[in-house]
C-alpha cells in the first residue's frame, strides 16, 4: 500500500521568552554580582543567544548532561516537554513531538522527526541510538522544521553537538557500579597533538546482568536473566586550522551493541478462544505455568537479543570569508541491526494445532493451558543501512541588520530488511510431519533526495525582526517486497512474488517569523511554519 505524502503547518505558534535563568548577570544574596553563560544554539544555523531565538527549543548544556548523566535519546527525552521517547527494541526507536510520530518500521518508511549529530542527519532509525559521552548540548526543537531542518521534520528535529577539541587539555572520566552488576565505564581525551592540529577520543561501555528471571520450568533458559546487555560506542575526532579562516574537522564514531532479550507480560485477552481458559488464552497460560504475578518473570522458550553495529565517517569544512562562511558537511553511515523477540513471552504449546487436520484444528486450539500457548510467536528482523550525505551552506555575517543562510542538500540512503515470523505450534501436518508456519517479510528500499533552501532575518528597528524562509525538496524512493512462507501457512504473511515500485514526492516548506525585544529579558513572537514528510511504502504486507 503507498502512502501518500504529508505536509503539517503549524498554523500560528506564538511563544514568550522569559528566563531569569539565562540573563547575563545575576545578584547573590549578600548583593555581590555573579556572570552567568549564555546558552548558545544553532537551531538556525548559526550561533545565537537561546534568549533571542524565536522557536521552541528546549536546550540541555554540558554542565547538565554531565551531571544528570544524559547521554541517549531516552535521556533526551524523559526530560524535554512535548517529547515521546519509546522503543519497541533497542534498533527501532519512536520518537514523537507533539505527537508527531511515525510507527511504521518498514525499509521505505519515513520518520517524523530528524535526528542528527554535529549537524550530520541520521537517516536509519536503528541507528539512532546510542551513547554520547563528549556532549556540549543537545538541542530539541518542537513543531514543523521544515525550511532548515528539511524532509520528515514535520514533528521537530533533535540535533547532538559534541565537544570540539582545541588547545585546552581536557579529560573526563566516568564509573558507574550498581545492582545487577552493573559496570559503566566512559572517558574522553582532548587537546592538542601539534600546530594547529587538535584531537579528541571518547568512548562509553555499558554493562549490565538484567533483572528479568526466566521461570519457565525445563527450559534450558530456567533460572537465567535474559536481559543482559553490553553495549560500547567510540568516537574520535581531528580538527585542523591551517589558517585563522580555515577550519577542516574528520570524524569516526561508532556503536557495538549485544543486548539480550526483552520480556512480553499479558495484561488482557478477550475473543471466543482467547477467553476460554486454554491454550489458546494467554492470561490462562501465564497462570498455569507460573509466569503471572510479577513482571520481573519470564516464560520465554527463545532467548531473544539485539546485536547492533553502527559506523559513521564525516568530514566538515567551514571557510570563513569577508561576508560570511562557507560549511560543507560530507557524510557516510552504515548500520547492521539483528534481532529476535519472543513477542507474547510465553512458551509454545505442546499440542500442535494442524488447520488441515480432520475435523478441524478446534480441539488442539483448546488444549490445556499447562500446554503451552497455541499462538505462540517469535519475532526476528535483520536490517542493513548505508547513507550518503552532502550538505554545502552559506552564511553571512552577524554584523548588519540582514543576516541570512542559504544551502543545498543531497543524501542517498539504501535500506535492506528481513522481517521473520515463527508459529512453533501453528501450520499443517503433511504427510504426518508437522510444518510449523514459518514465514518472512523481505524488503529493500533506495532514496534519493535534494533541498535547496534560503532563510534570513532582517532587524526593522530596534526591536523588531522578522525572519523568513523557504526550502524546496525533491525525493524518490524504489522499493521492492516480497513475502514468502518457508513452511506452514502463512498466517501473517500472504506468499507473493517480489514487486517493485517507485515514486517521487516534492514539496516546498516555508517559515515566517516576527519576534519583538519587549525588554532585555523577554521577548515575544509569533510564527507560521511548516513541513515536508516524503511518502512511503507499507513494510510487511
Not at 310 to 322: E, F
Request: hydrophobic residues 35%.
Amino acid at each position: 500500500m503507498k502512502a501518500l505524502y504529508y505536509a503539517t503547518t503549524s498554523l500560528l505558534a506564538i511563544g514568550m521568552i522569559s528566563t531569569p535563568l539565562f540573563a547575563k548577570e545575576a545578584k547573590k544574596d549578600n548583593g555581590a554580582k555573579m556572570a552567568i553563560e549564555e546558552i548558545i544554539v544553532t537551531a538556525q544555523k548559526r550561533s545565537e543567544n537561546l534568549q533571542e531565538t524565536p522557536l521552541a527549543i528546549t536546550a540541555i548544556g554540558g554542565a547538565t548532561l554531565r551531571e544528570d548523566n544524559i547521554s541517549n535519546l531516552q535521556d533526551v527525552g524523559n526530560r524535554t516537554p512535548g517529547m515521546v521517547f519509546a522503543a519497541f527494541s533497542p534498533g527501532q526507536p519512536e520518537i514523537a513531538i507533539r505527537g508527531i510520530g511515525t510507527k511504521e518500521d518498514g525499509a521505505s518508511a519515513s520518520d517524523s522527526v530528524v535526528v542528527s549529530v554535529d549537524g550530520v542527519y541520521i537517516a536509519a532509525r536503528t541507528a539512532q541510538v546510542f551513547d554520547l559521552f563528549d556532549l556540549k548540548r543537545v538541542e530539541v526543537l518542537r513543531g514543523p522544521q521544515g525550511t532548515l531542518s528539511g524532509k520528515n521534520a514535520i514533528g521537530g528535529s533533535i540535533n547532538f553537538v559534541t565537544i570540539k577539541p582545541d588547545e585546552d587539555t581536557k579529560v573526563r572520566f566516568r564509573q558507574t557500579v550498581g545492582n545487577y552488576g552493573r559496570f559503566d565505564t566512559a572517558g574522553m581525551l582532548s587537546g592538542q597533538i601539534a600546530k594547529n592540529l587538535f584531537g579528541k577520543v571518547t568512548f562509553s561501555r555499558r554493562k549490565y546482568d538484567g533483572y528479568i528471571t526466566n521461570v519457565l520450568k525445563g527450559s534450558k533458559l530456567f533460572g537465567k536473566k535474559i536481559d543482559d546487555g553490553n553495549t560500547f560506542s567510540y568516537r574520535g575526532t581531528l580538527r585542523w586550522t591551517p589558517s585563522d579562516s580555515l577550519e577542516i574537522m574528520l570524524t569516526a564514531d561508532g556503536a557495538d551493541d549485544h543486548i539480550g532479550g526483552s520480556n512480553r507480560e499479558p495484561v488482557g485477552s478477550r475473543g471466543p478462544l482467547h477467553d476460554c481458559g486454554c491454550a489458546s488464552d494467554p492470561m490462562a497460560v501465564n497462570k498455569a505455568l507460573g509466569g503471572a504475578g510479577s513482571p520481573f518473570n519470564s516464560l520465554n522458550d527463545v532467548k531473544g537479543f539485539t546485536r547492533r553495529t553502527v559506523q559513521g565517517y564525516s568530514l566538515i569544512i567551514n571557510w570563513d570569508q569577508p561576508w560570511g562562511k562557507i560549511t560543507s558537511i560530507s557524510a557516510y553511515r552504515k548500520s547492521y541491526f539483528d534481532w529476535l523477540e519472543d513477542s507474547e513471552g510465553l512458551p509454545p504449546s505442546k499440542v500442535f494445532v494442524a488447520l488441515n487436520a480432520p475435523g478441524g484444528p478446534g480441539p488442539a486450539f483448546t488444549a490445556a493451558a499447562s500446554n503451552g500457548f497455541a499462538f505462540d510467536v517469535a519475532d526476528g528482523a535483520i536490517q542493513r543501512d548505508k547513507q550518503y550525505t552532502q550538505e554545502t551552506r552559506f552564511t553571512s555575517n552577524s554584523d548588519t541588520a540582514l543576516n541570512w543562510v542559504a544551502g543545498l542538500f543531497y543524501s542517498h540512503e539504501e535500506t535492506n530488511r528481513t522481517e521473520t515470523f515463527f508459529f512453533p505450534s501453528i501450520g499443517l501436518n503433511i504427510g504426518g510431519i508437522n510444518q510449523p508456519s514459518d514465514m518472512a517479510s523481505v524488503q529493500s528500499n533506495r532514496s534519493d533526495s535534494f533541498a535547496a533552501y534560503a532563510d534570513g532575518s532582517y532587524e526593522v528597528t530596534d526591536k523588531l525582526t522578522i525572519h523568513a524562509g523557504a526550502r524546496w525538496s525533491t525525493e524518490k524512493k524504489n522499493m521492492t517486497a516480497q513475502g514468502i512462507v518457508k513452511s506452514g501457512f502463512g498466517l501473517l504473511i500472504k506468499p507473493f512474488a517480489q514487486v517493485a515500485a517507485n515514486d517521487r514526492w516534492s514539496n516546498v516548506s516555508w517559515r515566517f517569523v516576527a519576534n519583538y525585544q519587549v525588554a532585555d529579558e523577554v521577548m515575544v513572537y509569533g510564527s507560521v511554519s511548516t513541513g515536508f514528510k516524503s511518502g512511503g511504502y507499507t513494510g510487511s504486507a
